[in-house]
């Protein structure tokens, strides 16, 4: 499966973004969809996922009660709904595609997007 993130752009702390992560080659209904984000000079750090139902999200402590994870299996697009947005929000937000349930590490997904660059300015 390919995936492909995009929606990133230069927002002002407090603003907001919707990143859209769609898949081809295969659909995206039977895997389990994560977000993950790399800020220059730091690992790569679990930001969101989402099971294939669309039921079960877990999310980082950093970014609870303002991202929202969801997904469309018709249109096989996964999004992240970024609000409140704080300047150490800024990175690379990549998207991925795995099995294991409510994965937080980046060695649990299979299949990775380019990543789509995220800055917020104070």
């Known amino acids: 499966v390919q995936l492909q993130a995009s929606g990133g752009g230069l927002v002002q702390a407090g603003g907001s973004l919707r990143l859209s992560c769609a898949a081809s080659?295969?659909?995206?209904?039977?895997?389990?969809v994560g977000w993950f984000r790399q800020a220059p000079g730091k690992e790569r750090e679990f930001v969101a996922t989402?099971?294939?139902?669309?039921?079960?999200?877990a999310y980082a402590d950093s970014v609870k009660g303002r991202f929202t994870i969801s997904r469309d299996n018709a249109k096989n697009t996964v999004y992240l709904q970024m609000n409140s947005l704080k300047p150490e929000d800024t990175a690379v937000y990549y998207c991925?595609?795995?099995?294991?349930?409510?994965?937080?590490?980046?060695?649990?997904?299979?299949?990775w997007g380019q990543g789509t660059q995220v800055t917020v300015s104070s």
């Open positions: 989402i099971r294939w139902s669309g039921v079960s999200t």
């Open positions: 991925a595609a795995g099995t294991t349930l409510l994965a937080r590490h980046t060695d649990e997904y299979n299949y």
């Open positions: 080659g295969r659909t995206i209904s039977t895997y389990v």
